[in-house]
């Protein structure tokens, strides 16, 4: 191959992100929708018409532009793109288009993921993640999305935590297809590296020359003692095996949110400290170690792809997010080659198996009318991210 000819942002990427699932709303041919109302289904809630933001995308646009943000993290939706079997909709394709043109026309970076926790029912149908095939499914969409849209792509994540798809999936029985096997976690999270490596070199033959990384879950740990073997044994699959493989990519992209307690019997959650709405332990500072653990290990450039809070209290969600940004602060003084942060979410939107409860966005959205409204954390952001680098 080619060697890849790489263009990062001239500035750090300031934004916020979202999932096409989360907030597009009507994702009928996805493997999730089905999920929510199956017999067994974990979930509380139905993602419904989410925050439609499949039809308010311009809304959702100005809203980043208003807050001063030059960066914007979104997702495509394979089940759209593709919703049969090599049947890629020319319709869909284009509405994604006139999304990217929107954020270039607003001096928007657009931070486009690829594969966002969701399945085509098509692919779930044949095994997914299991399947022999599924890294020649994810080029052949990935390379149908590069020659449509790639000479608009900004930066590119080809799947959004892979680790947390293997484990809520197939160790945890969390997430469909609700498989509790930790020799089935650890093959597919092997076939979710080969996907990835497969999509991004698509992405690098095809138009554009965006900078092309994974998005990866990572947490803090603690290990209680009588744990450190069990602790080192899931951080390995969790997040080194990967983290090791990446030389090649562009950038590693760094998801974090909390500390983990682990005992002998697994995750200890009867621990004193300041929780989230999630049941998060109120962690901030896990940027640092997350970010210089990444950069130590993969030895590339780092964005912070995710990381936020949880709450409905505002006042805990600004708490945190200047924790993080004091966090963040310091990798920059210890010259650790960041590039961007991408605060979670934009808007309250569909959080998974815990339905519309937990509220991550720094905008509110009516369920009945998906009136956005800015919270005063999005104000606090739009400033803290405006001065950081003139304030010590």
Known sequence: MAPHSVEFPDEFSWGTATSAYQIEGGNENSDWWRYERAAGTLAVDVCGDACDSWHRYEVDLDLVASLGLNAYRFSIEWARVEPEAGVFSDEVLDRYRRMLVGCHDRGILPVVTLHHFTLPVWVADRG???????????TEYAREVSTSIGELIGVAC????????AVMGYLLGMFPPQVTSWERFVTVNESLRACHVAMRDVLRDGPGTFPVGLALSMQEYEALPGSEDLVQTFLEEMEDKYLLELGDDDFAGVQCYTKLTIGPEGVVTELEGERTDMGYLFWPRSVEYTVRRAAELAKIPIIITENGIGTSDDDQRIRYLSGALDSLRRCFDDGV???GYFQWSLLDNFEWNFGYRPRFGIVAVDRTTFQRSLKPSAHWYARATRDFFTTA
Do not use: L
């Open 128 to 138: 997914g993640f299991e399947h022999p095939d599924i890294a020649d499914w994810m």
């Open 337 to 339: 080659d960041v590039r």
């Open 158 to 165: 080809t799947i959004n935590e892979p680790n947390i798809v």
